[in-house]
């Protein structure tokens, strides 16, 4: 029903007498509305003055803040991988001078274990050699008693096959001759 009053307004008398009665039918009144406009602008410009603004610099610092934060982040992420790469590095470094002292150690035990083998070679060829020694001596001395007592008992026999006495001279050329007859 409003359209179409429109329509008819618009076609009788132009727009501004249609406006007019719009404003009358509405109850349109210029003081009032000039009052209002008044009114909306001063709202507006305290609105624009004391929210506005205000509102528009603390979204505009916690725009800034939130830049910062991030540009913190990524300094942040940047350390961080310093620090990852710094740890690797010195864990490598630890690992390698892990490795040379654990080889060094090996070097230095096979040394001693060395050394050591060639003492005991050493106190064993000298046990072997005192042992043939003190075995030739041994033997030596066996021999020289044996060849005492083989003389003794030469002499001795002799004496009674013969049925004489000997001498000191005669007794002494027989245990020559026995012992080199058993020398040879």
Sequence with gaps: ???????AAA???????????????????KSLFASQVISF?????LLHRFAYRPILRVLEERRQR???SLANAEKIKEE???????????????????NQLIEEARAAAARVQAQET????????????????????DHARMLAELRREVGRLVVQTTA??????????????????TNK???A
């Design 118 to 137: 060639q003492r005991a070679v050493t106190a064993a060829e000298q046990i072997i050699a005192k042992a043939r020694q003190a075995a030739e001596t």
């Design 80 to 98: 961080l991988a310093k620090t990852e790469a710094a740890r690797k590095q010195l864990l490598e470094q630890a690992a390698a001078q892990a």
């Design 41 to 45: 602008l001063i709202v507006a410009f």
């Design 181 to 183: 007859e058993l020398a």
């Design 1 to 7: 029903m409003g359209f179409q009053y429109f329509l």
């Design 160 to 177: 009674k096959v013969t049925g004489k006495v000997l001498t000191a001279e005669d007794q002494q050329r027989l245990a020559e001759e």
């Design 66 to 68: 939130i830049a910062e």
């Design 11 to 29: 076609e009788g008398g132009g727009l501004t007498d249609t406006a007019r009665e719009i404003g009358e039918t509405f109850g349109f009144n």
